[in-house]
C-alpha cells in the first residue's frame, strides 16, 4: 500500500512515543524513517526493528576511549542512537567510534542520514563492519544497505566532507501492508480510550450541529 | 486618551517576544494583509484567473458532483465538489462526524471521467477512505442549515434573502476540516511548496476554500431557479460578497502552534517586522491617511455587528468598541499628519486593551501593502536544523537563560499549573484536553507541556559540567533532548515559543486557535466554548467570477453596510445568471 511521507513520518514518530522513548528520540525517529524512504530503503522494517517491547529509557553507558577513537558496548538504537550520532558529530574526522552491538543498524544509519541532512554542515559519515562499508551523506548512501543483521557491530567515522543537498522527496512510498499494521497498532498506543465524559467534555463542541 | 505626542522613535525594533509571545496577546490577533488568504487572492488578482466550471451535475434536490477548474502559476488545480444527501441528526461539525452535507478535493489538474467516479466514491468517505498523491487538499463543509434554507427560499420567490440573517450568520456553509500535506495518503506539501502560487504556507488550503463559497453561492442558487423556475433570482453581487466560508475550528489547531515552532517563528517574525516597517514611516502619504481612517471606520462599523454568544469574547468586544469610537474621536488627518504618526499612535495604544491595540496593528498595515506585502514569502519554513549537540552545557544554559527564563517561576508542583493534559482520543483520533486529576490518560498526553520540560532540563543542567559536550549530557540524560532543541530554536528564534504554561488551568486553549486563524485570514471568531470556535473565511472577497477584475485589497473589516441588496422588489434582483460551464463574466 502507497502512504504519504508525511504519514510515514508521523506514524514512526508516534511508534515511538507509543514505544515510550523519549519525544526527542521519536522526533529523530520519524526524520530517520522519512530519510530511509526516500533513498529507497525498507524504512517500515527499520523502525519496527528498533521499536520493540523492553525499551528502558535509562542514561547510555558512557563511551570509553579506545586507542584513537571511542567504544560503546550496545547500542538500544531507538534510544541511545540520536546520542551516538551527536557524539559522532562531536568527534574530529576520521576518529572512530565503534559499538559493538547494534540492535538496529539499519534505523541507526536513518538517524545518521537525517541528522546530515538537517545538520547543512557538509558532513559525511562512513559506517563500517560486518562485511559491509557505507558513506551515508546528507542526499544519500554511497551504495545500497541490503539486509543488516541486528546486533552486529558497527564502527563510525565522521569525514571532512559529504555531498551536500537533498533528495527530491517521492510522491509517498509502498510499504508493506502487514508492517504498517504493525507500526500503526505502536502508534495507537498514544492514543487514549474515550468514555463520554471526554467525548462530551474534551473537545469542547457539541455533538449536534444544526443552526 | 489624550492625543498627545507620544513619542517620534522611529527605531525599527520589532515588539519584543516576552510583549507578543503571550497568548493572551496572540488570542486578540486579528488578520492582516499578510494573512494567508490575502495573499492568495493577490496572486490570483495578478495572475488574472478565469475559473471554469467543467462538470455541473447537481440534480434538482442539490445532491451530485461539480469540478471548478483554474490555472495559477502555470500550473491546472481543480476542486471536485460532492453534495449528499444527510440527515439531520447525523450533522455534526466534530471529528468524529462520520458525514456530511458536502465533501471535497483540491485535485492536481483536470480529472478526468475515472477519477471525478473515484473522487465522487470516496471524498464522501473522507478520512475512512485514502487518497492518491493527485489529491491536494481533502475538506468537508456542513449547511448553516437556517440560513442555506432561508436563502433558498428568498431567491426562489425573486427576492434577496433577509439582511439581518445574512448578517448574523455570514455563510452558507461551513467547513469542519481542511487537510492537507498527506493526510490519509493525498499529497505531501513537498509536492507543491515549489510551486508559484502555493508555496506559502497553506496557500493550497486556502485555495480549496475560495473554491467551495463559489460552489456554495452557486449550489444555493442551483437549488433556488429548481424551485422557483423563472421566478428565481440570483443572489444580489454585495451579497455574494458578504457571504463567506463559515469554519469550526477545534483543538486539532492548537497543537499546531506548538508542534511547529519555526513556523510559528516565521508568521510572528513577519507581522512584526510588517508593524516595525509601517511604524518606521516618517510622513505619510495622503491616500495612506485617508486609507487608515477609512478603514477605521470600517472596523469600528464592523465590531458592532459582532455579536458572539460567550461572555468572555462579547465583553472584549464591548470593550474594543467603546475604545475605538473613543479613538476616532480625536484621531484625525491632522494628526496623522504629523512626523511617525504610526509609531506615535502604536505608543498611544499602549494603553488600550489587547483587542484594542491588534486592531490598530492590523489597520495600520492595511495601507501599506507596497511596503511589507513581500514579507509573505518569507512565512514559509522547512522545520529548522537538528539540535547542534556538539555544544557545551554551558552554552545551552546561556541560551536558556534568554529564552526561556520565564519558566523558573512556575510551580509544577501546584495543581493549577499542572492541572490539564492534551492528548488524542481513540475515538476518530480527536484531539481533547483532560483534566489531570479528575481523569485517566494523562500518561499518554502529547507533549505540549514545554515549559515543564524546559524547567526540568535547567534543573539538571544546573548540577552538570559547563564544559562538558553537550552530547554527552544528553546520553546521560535522553528525556532531556526534546526541551534541548526547544532552547536552541528559541534563542536563535525569538518568535518560536509561546511564554505561557499551556498545561495550567489558566491556559485558553481557544487565544491559540485565533491567533493561528488569524494568520489564515478569519474574521468573525464566534468562539462556542474555551477550546471551540466558529470563524468566517473569505467573507468581502472577490468571488470566483470577479477575482481577475476586482480591487484584491480593500475589503478587511467587512460590514452589513457593504450589502445593499435590500430584501425586496425586482430592482433589487439581479437577472438570471448564465447555466454553461463559466462561472460569470471575467
Known sequence: ?211 | MTGALAGTGADKALRPPATVMRLARMGAFFPTRLSFLRTLIRRLHDESVIVRRPVWRIDDRGYGTAVYSLDLGGQTYSLVAVSSELAPEARSDRVIAEAWDTSYALFDGVPDEEDIARLAATVPRQEAARYTARELVLSRANRSVRLFDHVVDALSRGVQPDRGLIAATGYLMRTTAVYGNGKFGIADRSRIAGRPGLGGPFQAEMLTVWLIRGFTLDLVEHVARVRGGARAVPLAPACRRFLGIGNSTGLGMAPFLVNHPMLLNNWMTARETALARVCAVERPRAAEIDGFLTGLDRARAHVRDWIVDDDRQMARIDVLGIELDAVARWLDAAWLARPFPWARLMAEAEQLSLEGQETLVALILEPYGHLIDDLADTMASDGGPRLDATVTVGALALDLEAAFAWVRPIDFTHPLECQRFWYVSEEKSEPRLGERHLEAGAEREMPLDIARRVQALDRDLATADPQERLAGFLMRHPEHRFAASRVQTAARHPYAEIRDNLIGGGCVPVDMLRCKLSFFGAGRFDPKSDRWTRIVLFQGAPGLDEVATADPDGWAFPTLAAYSAGTGGEEDSPKQGPEDGTCGSP
Open chain 1, 1 to 211: 500500500m502507497r502512504v504519504s511521507l508525511n504519514e510515514l513520518q508521523t506514524t514512526a514518530r508516534k511508534a515511538g512515543l507509543g514505544t515510550g522513548i523519549p519525544v526527542g528520540a521519536a522526533d529523530e525517529i520519524g526524520h530517520a524513517v522519512l530519510w530511509l524512504a526516500g533513498n529507497g530503503e525498507d524504512a517500515v522494517g527499520a523502525a519496527l526493528a528498533g521499536l520493540h517491547d523492553g525499551l528502558q529509557v535509562a542514561p547510555a553507558p558512557a563511551l570509553k576511549r579506545h586507542g584513537a577513537g571511542w567504544r560503546l558496548a550496545s547500542v538500544a538504537v531507538a534510544i541511545g542512537g540520536p546520542g551516538v550520532v551527536d557524539w559522532v558529530f562531536s568527534t574530529q574526522p576520521g576518529e572512530p567510534v565503534a559499538l559493538s552491538e547494534v540492535d538496529a543498524p539499519t534505523l541507526l544509519i536513518g538517524l545518521i542520514g537525517q541528522a546530515l541532512a538537517r545538520s547543512d554542515a557538509g558532513r559525511a559519515v562512513t559506517v563500517f563492519g560486518a562485511g559491509m562499508s557505507v558513506t551515508v551523506a546528507a542526499d544519500g548512501l554511497s551504495a545500497s544497505l541490503g539486509v543488516l543483521t541486528p546486533g552486529i557491530g558497527l564502527t563510525l567515522r565522521l569525514e571532512r566532507a559529504g555531498r551536500g543537498g537533498l533528495v527530491a522527496p517521492p510522491d509517498g512510498v509502498e510499504v508493506d501492508r502487514d508492517a504498517w499494521r504493525e507500526l500503526a497498532v505502536l502508534a495507537a498506543r498514544t492514543l487514549v480510550p474515550a468514555d463520554a465524559a471526554s467525548r462530551a467534555r474534551g473537545a469542547g463542541a457539541g455533538d449536534i450541529d444544526n443552526e
